[in-house]
């Protein structure tokens, strides 16, 4: 491992007095968050347990999903103040996908995975009736492991993606279900009546699909056509435990992109933990912040990303075959430690947000309001967000 000057932390992060903590009325450990407004948030986590808020995290009100007591809710993906979808992390069924569309009152059981190798991950939607579930790898009918990734094209009925579509998962490779961001989607780019290109009030879905995987490998896989087809790619992100590789995975077009990780276990150790890549997850471009640290969570700031997509369709990036070592500006992104989140606003140096060690404050996983900011979630409960 590379001893490297203090470059960041010491000689230019700003500590700051902590994150805005809202009460959570829960002392669950969260790993699951969703941000659907400023004033509507849905939560998850341990003992089948959901939160929401509809008045801007001024209340929260704690829920269990019914039989579901043993269940680990890693990943909650809302759409409204009444429409959610969790899914549960754990060996065979016990990693299972729910959906309710009346705030909680009800809760159907849409799939539950009967592999008993099998180990839900990490969930994405492109929109209420487009998603996917990623899994760690399990053999496939010629004994060789494959990724476990099922899609909805109706937000009702779940499907695998077949193993044949999929390269090979490497021996000891799997993915984190940390922070339910492990698999990162294109977004729907909507296009005004004025584009030429495009018809009126059209909007372009976009079809890729990344996940990043851990353990002996730290890969990124990246389908262009929602799982048709599929290609991976190595990075320098640290590897070879079973507890370190990447743990976060964002895009903020088809282009940039970022992954973070570490180990777990030596939350403390310098990376290789953070990289950026500007071909869409071909190749990555280590960052230079010194000393870094585990990384759970990732995620760009939605406000800003939008000014930034505008901007580059109004005026093409230049020079875009250039490796960057900071990522292409103007944007702002949040990077999520064990007790500190990383709030960059480049040019500007990084901003480090500390936790309130005293008050046993730590965090999990993040989600961007569309208005910007971010929501964060921890152990214990906590529940803070960024403006």
Request: net charge negative.
């Amino acid at each position: 491992m590379r001893i490297l000057p203090l470059l960041f932390l010491i000689a230019t992060a700003v500590a700051q007095s902590g994150p805005r903590v809202q009460t959570s009325h829960t002392t669950e450990n969260l790993r699951g968050v969703s941000a659907v407004s400023r004033q509507v948030a849905w939560a998850s986590g341990t003992h089948g347990t959901y939160l929401r808020t509809t008045d801007g995290g001024q209340t929260w009100i704690p829920g269990q999903v019914p039989d579901a007591t043993t269940l680990d809710f890693r990943a909650v993906v809302a759409f409204s103040a009444n429409e959610a979808f969790l899914m549960s992390a754990g060996p065979g069924d016990q990693s299972r996908i729910y959906h309710t569309s009346d705030g909680g009152q009800h809760w159907q059981q849409q799939f539950t995975n009967s592999n008993p190798k099998g180990f839900f991950d990490s969930m994405a939607f492109w929109d209420p009736k487009h998603g996917i579930v990623l899994g760690d790898p399990i053999p496939d009918e010629k004994g060789k492991p494959k990724f476990e990734l099922l899609a909805t094209e109706d937000g009702e009925s779940w499907h695998a993606i077949p193993h044949s579509q999929l390269p090979d998962a490497l021996d000891g490779e799997g993915a984190f279900a940390a922070s339910n961001s492990c698999i990162a989607l294109g977004e729907e780019r909507h296009f005004s009546a004025a584009s030429a290109s495009e018809k009126e009030g059209a909007s372009a879905p976009d079809a890729n699909i990344w996940f990043a995987t851990g353990g002996k490998a730290a890969r990124v896989f990246h389908s262009p056509d929602r799982g048709k087809t599929w290609e991976a790619f190595n990075t320098p992100i640290l590897h070879g435990p079973e507890s370190a590789g990447i743990f976060s995975i964002a895009f903020r077009d088809a282009r940039h992109g970022v992954i973070a990780g570490g180990d777990y276990k030596h939350p403390d150790d310098d990376g290789p933990n953070l990289a950026f890549t500007n071909d869409g997850g071909k190749t990555w471009t280590l960052s230079n912040l010194h000393p870094q640290a585990y990384f759970s969570a990732l995620a760009y700031d939605q406000q800003v990303n939008a000014a930034a997509l505008r901007q580059s369709e109004e005026q093409p990036a230049k020079g875009i075959e250039k490796k960057l070592t900071k990522p292409v500006a103007p944007q702002r992104l949040f990077v999520v430690g064990e007790d500190f989140i990383f709030d960059f606003r480049p040019p500007n140096d990084p901003r480090r947000i500390n936790g309130k060690k005293k008050q046993g404050f730590a965090f999990n996983a993040v989600s961007p309001f569309p208005e910007g900011g971010a929501l964060i979630v921890g152990p214990k409960g906590t529940i803070a967000d960024i403006p």
